[in-house]
């Protein structure tokens, strides 16, 4: 995805081409609290496939994609949570959920997202 700033989460990293892995890593090195968001299951139609990520920073900063910036939002927010209390989440999103049609999650399938602190 392309570097820049999304107004309505936090600020997405500008070097796009490095994996969310490695933003990871950085980030850990400067003290900041890490999450890591990956896809685990898809059903259906999804632009992600299964293994790939999102890293999310404690300053809001965030690196690679879990739906091509369908869940991405309510991912990030659950995100902040995991920061703060250490407690992984799965996720599961699907068109047959309300709170999927809220996030736009209108491509017809369905996605779970293991969403972890990295300590």
Request: some cysteine.
């Given at each position: ?49 299964p ?24 991912v ?18 699907g ?25």
């Amino acid at each position: 995805m392309a570097g820049g700033s999304d107004d309505a989460v936090g600020e997405r990293s500008d070097a796009s081409s490095v994996a969310p892995l490695a933003f990871a890593q950085r980030w850990k090195g400067q003290g900041q609290g890490v999450v890591l968001a990956t896809v685990v299951e898809t059903w259906g139609s999804s632009p992600c496939p299964p293994g790939s990520q999102l890293a999310v920073s404690a300053d809001g900063h965030f690196e690679g994609s879990v739906s091509g910036g369908c869940v991405e939002g309510a991912v990030i927010e659950k995100a902040s949570q995991v920061i703060a209390d250490g407690t992984p989440a799965l996720l599961e999103f699907g068109v047959a959920d309300e709170e999927a049609w809220a996030v736009g999650l209108a491509c017809g399938g369905r996605v779970k997202i293991f969403v972890e602190r990295i300590d």
